[in-house]
C-alpha cells in the first residue's frame, strides 16, 4: 500500500471513531487547492451533511458534521499536478476504501450516500444506498 494510502485510510478511521449525529444523511469528500506546503497541491476534506439528494449534488452544502481532523493534504506525487489528475486519484482510491470492511467504511455506507469533488466544482456521487 502506498504510503499516502495508508494516511488515508488512518484518518478515515480515526475520524470516524465517533458517533456520528443522527441527523447526517450522507458524507462527502471535499477536495481543495489550499495546501500550504511545498510538495502538496490539494486537500481533501470529509463531511456530514444534513440532506441528500442524487439529484441535487448542493446536497454537501448542508454541511452539519465534521471530524476533529477535518482536512489531510495530498503529496502532489500521489495527486498528480492537475485537479482533474486529483480528483480521479482522490475518487478511485475512496472507492477502494468503501469496498473495505473496515468500521470506517460501514459507517461511511450507514448513510444515504457519498460524494466526491472540488468545493468550487460538481459533486460525484460514489456511492447510495440502495434503500
Not at 449525529?21 to 500550504?36: G, M, Q
Request: a negative charge.
Amino acid at each position: 500500500m502506498d504510503e499516502f494510502e495508508e494516511i488515508f485510510k488512518n484518518w478515515l478511521e480515526e475520524s470516524l471513531k465517533s458517533d456520528i449525529p443522527e441527523n447526517v444523511e450522507a458524507f462527502s469528500f471535499n477536495l481543495d487547492e489550499s495546501a500550504p506546503l511545498d510538495g502538496y497541491e490539494f486537500g481533501i476534506e470529509l463531511i456530514g451533511a444534513e440532506r441528500f439528494d442524487a439529484d441535487d449534488e448542493d446536497w454537501a452544502c448542508d454541511e452539519i458534521w465534521e471530524p476533529t481532523k477535518r482536512r489531510i493534504f495530498i503529496p502532489v506525487s500521489y495527486s498528480g499536478e492537475s485537479w482533474e489528475e486529483c480528483l480521479h486519484t482522490m475518487k478511485e482510491l475512496a472507492i477502494k476504501f468503501l469496498q473495505t470492511d473496515s468500521p470506517a467504511a460501514k459507517k461511511l455506507k450507514s448513510k444515504k450516500g457519498v460524494g466526491i469533488g472540488f468545493v468550487d466544482g460538481n459533486l460525484e456521487l460514489i456511492w447510495q444506498s440502495e434503500s
